[in-house]
């Protein structure tokens, strides 16, 4: 009988990923927790900026709301609102003007119809199903014998590789757009452009772990589940 899945040598596939999530959780706490204790020379918070820039982008019907939890800022694309937590809607931290923009840069990726953003819309409802499916397929088909079962397994969990995939370019983007948007607005001075760049480049490395996480989770499940052994 195989070794249970969660305990075999592939298990070590995943330690750079480990390593990468907590370099980049520390990252993201370092670069936050300096520059949201740096008022920005505007003086403008977070929800004001996103109000003015989405105005400016000719989107006035996206609404702008406050949402609890902490650094829980989102665009959904569904009701076309922008939602950003209670220390970037009332800030007016270089970090939260940063946060702020960069979904802001989301809600305009969407107006455009940038093909990158609603190719990951669409990956949504298959990437949850691949992610619950994945492993149970693959645990049921190694203990029932159907190495057929846990290829279909790894095959579902392709889709969450692919998604990971694509919300970089996404990411990205939107980061870009946020500094030229911010300095192209007058919202951040020359000299904090650099700042913004430092938190907006730290969440992004987290998206960049969780991505190397789920190429080498994939990677591991090909060992696991047979098809790297196979000669057909």
Do not use: C
């Not at 650094?71 to 931290?93: A, E, F, G, I």
């Not at 940038?114 to 088909?141: T, W």
């Amino acid at each position: 009988m195989p070794m249970p899945l969660f305990f075999d040598w592939t298990m070590i596939l995943l330690i750079p990923a480990i390593l990468l999530s907590l370099y980049a959780q520390a990252k993201v706490q370092g670069a936050y927790a300096k520059w949201s204790q740096v008022r920005s020379a505007s003086g403008i918070s977070g929800a004001m900026a996103a109000r003015e820039l989405l105005n400016r982008a000719g989107l006035d019907h996206v609404r702008v709301e406050m949402v609890q939890g902490h650094l829980t800022d989102h665009y959904d694309p569904r009701t076309k609102t922008l939602r950003l937590s209670p220390q970037v809607y009332n800030s007016s931290s270089i970090a939260a003007l940063g946060i702020a923009a960069h979904e802001t840069g989301h809600a305009i990726q969407h107006d455009v119809g940038y093909y990158p953003l609603a190719l990951r819309n669409s990956l949504v409802p298959v990437a949850n199903f691949g992610s619950n499916l994945a492993f149970p397929l693959i645990i049921l088909g190694l203990l029932m014998g159907l190495p057929k079962l846990a290829i279909w397994g790894v095959y579902a969990f392709t889709a969450v590789v692919l998604f990971q995939l694509v919300t970089l370019p996404v990411e990205f983007n939107a980061s870009s757009r946020a500094v030229a948007l911010l300095e192209g607005s007058g919202f951040i001075t020359r000299n904090e452009v650099a700042p913004t760049k430092a938190v907006l480049n730290a969440a992004a490395l987290t998206y960049v772990a969780a991505a190397v996480t789920a190429v080498l989770n994939l990677l591991r499940l090909l060992i696991i589940s047979g098809v790297l052994r196979r000669d057909e």
